[in-house]
């Protein structure tokens, strides 16, 4: 035996040992890397703007082009703790030297009272910050949210107490209150030129558009009637606007489908005079129900006067574009898919969105000028690319990115093949992507026929051919869409770290498009007989079951389910209508009676005023098949849950009582619907795994 082979067995027996002893990776690592969200580009200099969330501690970072085509980014802000601390709202002052944004409070529930989930002894306040794109140190500027910065004369407009406020940037004058009016402000709008400030007045079953003079101090409403006008956007001279006007639809009820109704239209305002005339209304049939892009507008007011549009004639969301002098609308993006994060170059010529064109259960991003109708993809490939944003150059965009093995970031779009990450140094070197399998996609029927999306979490051991435990997971929503990695949200991006998690622990996992998501069309999405009107997702959850006790590779006897907010309802109605063919479940934060989580979206509901609808919601109901619920279940929730009121689990936990079901219960005082802090979803994702652990006699790794 030479001298160089008998060094290489030595140095393997001395690094297999040490091989054999690793441990698995923790939850800890499979949730470490920071989530980024509001990527925001600036309207000067290329820079672009975006927090990251880096296991509770929120931070603001920016990016900048160099001379060599290539960004450098680096982190603004300094906050280190997990402090349940919320931040975003980000807008950039015209020059790109400076950023506004919003630190504290709910920023999805902002005229709430401010949440205390890490149960601070101080009053908490929801404030305004400024801070140079330089570095620095942050500066306050008022207390409030949805901050607007003047495009001209270093004014910034926000919102405090539901009215308008006013301040300078540079901090130099005292806040005021600009307008006083009934109901509540929102989607503050400047003129291009500064003068006026447009804004929707929400007045409950109606809205305005209203449009505040500076210099005159007077403020008039654009054509007001009995119908919802929203999103205003400003024609570039500053002397028009253009805003949606949607139907009063009083006895719409939510979470319950709605495929056809009063058409909703377009309009266009003089912002001088308030008079108005319409440009163009949809259609009746399909589409004629509004259904909202993710975009910062509803409304573009793009190159050559021409309004683009989202609008779901034919069946899916799509882009459509109409002169504002009316006319017929142009279909920019034809086919079966859907468009999502839509944003426009500064010069109004080129539309940037992300699709689930060609690859119906990933996002690539695609571009489209306002009179084309052949989209040009930006980014192809396996992985996840979205949220894109046009640099003020008019042509770089930025997006976010991700795969099946990592997580959410910032990048650079340099070609369709091409991605440069603009800070690859944020995700730490424990975050556990080795350990990650990549998720396949299966199709599936629900018990009624209804084709079903899913991903298919395989742990590496799966063909071994043992039987192992197997989990559905259900997401919230319910409009949303799982995808063949990790998410654009950080609610399910957690969640797919949770299904890789338990995946590297022995689990298979289904992750469950069930009927009323998105990216299947506007007919899956309103799906006849849906939540509160049948409860017609129950065919899903049931088939999803089947579907896995199927698999030989699956303990029959060990099938669970979890999931959060409307997986948490889909949990729950899956234990209470079939505990035969789930085991046990995780119910986080879940909706049990319908009867008491309608009116958190529609005030007005009265289940004594609609009796008819009132028994079927509650037919429609876990609580109502409770005498049939006999598996285990762990409750989790916040109990400052602004999204699901906290009685439902109460409620839920006193009839499981009766009925003699054990469950388990987790509670976060002060916390609410979406975790603000890391440890809170780090506490729930251990009682679940432990929780499963037990119940299925899983051997701790």
Same mark, same amino acid.
């Given at each position: 035996m030479n001298r160089y082979v008998l060094v290489l067995m030595l140095i393997a027996l001395t690094i297999c040992p040490a091989t054999k002893a690793q441990k698995a990776p923790t939850l800890e690592q499979f949730l470490s890397a920071p989530f980024p969200t509001e990527l925001t580009a600036a309207p000067a200099k290329g820079r672009v703007a975006w927090v990251f969330n880096a296991r509770g501690a929120r931070n603001l970072w920016v990016a900048e082009p160099s001379a060599d085509g290539s960004y450098k980014s680096r982190q603004l802000t300094s906050f280190k703790d997990d402090d349940g601390v919320d931040l975003g709202q980000l807008v950039w002052a015209p020059d790109g030297e400076s950023i506004v944004y919003t630190r504290s409070g709910d920023l999805e529930f902002v005229d709430g009272p401010n949440p205390n989930a890490q149960n601070a002894p101080a009053a908490i306040e929801q404030e305004l910050w400024l801070i140079s794109a330089s570095g620095g140190a942050p500066k306050k500027l008022a207390e409030g949210h949805n901050a607007a910065v003047s495009p001209k004369n270093g004014l910034v407009a926000y919102i405090f107490k539901k009215q308008v406020w006013l301040t300078s940037l540079d901090g130099s004058t005292k806040p005021e209150q600009l307008i006083h009016s009934a109901g509540g402000a929102g989607e503050l709008r400047w003129s291009p030129d500064g003068a006026k400030l447009a804004f929707v007045s929400h007045r409950g079953d109606h809205g305005f558009i209203g449009v505040y003079d500076v210099a005159a101090k007077s403020l008039i409403y654009l054509d007001p009637s009995v119908d919802t006008d929203i999103e205003p956007a400003w024609s570039p001279d500053s002397r028009r606007i253009v805003f949606l006007r949607i139907a009063v639809a009083k006895s719409r009820m939510p979470f319950t489908p709605e495929r056809e109704g009063e058409p909703w239209a377009i309009r266009v305002a003089d912002a001088a005079t308030g008079k108005a005339q319409e440009v163009w209304h949809a259609?009746?049939?399909?589409?004629?129900?509004?259904?909202?892009?993710?975009?910062?507008?509803?409304?573009? &007011?793009?190159?050559?006067? +021409?309004?683009?549009?989202? &609008?779901? +004639?034919?069946? &899916?969301?799509?882009? &459509?574009?109409?002169?504002?002098?009316?006319?017929?609308?142009?279909?920019?993006?034809?086919?079966?898919?859907e468009v999502e994060y839509v944003a426009a170059s500064a010069n109004g010529q080129e539309i940037t969105f992300s699709s689930n064109q060609d690859d119906i259960d990933r996002r690539h991003v695609w571009k489209v000028s306002p009179t084309a109708d052949h989209p040009e993809a930006v980014t192809t490939g396996t992985g996840i690319e979205t949220a894109p944003v046009v640099a003020s150059d008019n042509k770089t965009i930025l997006i976010l990115r991700s795969d099946a093995h990592s997580k959410m970031r910032p990048a650079l779009a340099a070609s369709k093949t091409e991605l440069r990450d603009l800070a690859p140094e944020a995700?730490?070197?424990?975050?556990a992507s080795a350990a990650m399998v990549t998720p396949q996609q299966v199709i599936l029927s629900g018990v009624d026929g209804m084709q079903i999306h899913a991903q298919l979490?395989?742990?590496?051991?799966?063909?071994?051919?043992?039987?192992?435990?197997?989990?559905?997971?259900?997401?919230?929503?319910? +409009?949303?869409?799982?995808?063949?990695?990790?998410?654009?949200?950080?609610?399910?991006?957690?969640?797919?770290?949770?299904?890789q998690y338990l995946a590297s622990r022995g689990y298979i996992v289904l992750a469950v498009n069930y009927r009323s998501g998105i990216g299947y069309g506007l007919n899956f999405r309103e799906a006849l007989n849906y939540g509160a009107a049948g409860a017609s997702e129950y065919n899903d959850v049931e088939g999803a079951g089947l579907y896995l006790r199927a698999r030989p590779d699956v303990d029959p006897a060990r099938i669970g389910l979890w999931g959060g907010s409307y997986g948490g309802y889909l949990t729950a109605l899956g234990l209470a209508r079939a505990s035969d063919l789930f085991a046990a479940g995780v119910d986080m934060h879940g909706v049990h009676d319908w009867n008491s989580e309608i009116p958190t979206f529609a005030a007005t509901y009265k289940p004594t005023d609609r009796p008819d609808a009132a028994r079927l919601a509650w037919e429609s109901s876990p609580l109502s098949s409770i005498s049939t619920w006999r598996s285990p279940v762990l409750l989790i929730q916040g109990d400052d849950d602004r999204n699901v009121p906290f009685s439902e689990t109460v409620d839920l936990a006193e009839a499981l009582r009766k009925q003699g079901v054990q469950f388990d219960q987790l509670v976060f005082p002060d916390e609410i619907h979406d975790f603000l802090m890391h440890r809170s979803w780090l506490a729930a994702y251990h009682a679940t795994v432990e929780f499963f652990d037990k119940h299925f006699k899983m051997a701790e790794k």
């Open positions: 259609d009746p049939g399909t589409g004629s129900v509004y259904h909202a892009m993710v975009a910062e507008n509803q409304l573009i &007011w793009a190159a050559g006067d +021409r309004i683009v549009f989202p &609008w779901e +004639r034919g069946g &899916w969301l799509h882009l &459509w574009s109409v002169p504002i002098t009316g006319g017929p609308a142009k279909l920019l993006t034809p086919g079966n898919f995700t730490p070197a424990d975050f979490f395989l742990p590496k051991n799966a063909g071994d051919g043992a039987r192992h435990p197997a989990l559905c997971f259900f997401h919230g929503g319910s +409009r949303r869409q799982m995808l063949l990695g990790f998410h654009y949200m950080d609610y399910y991006s957690n969640a797919y770290g949770m299904n």
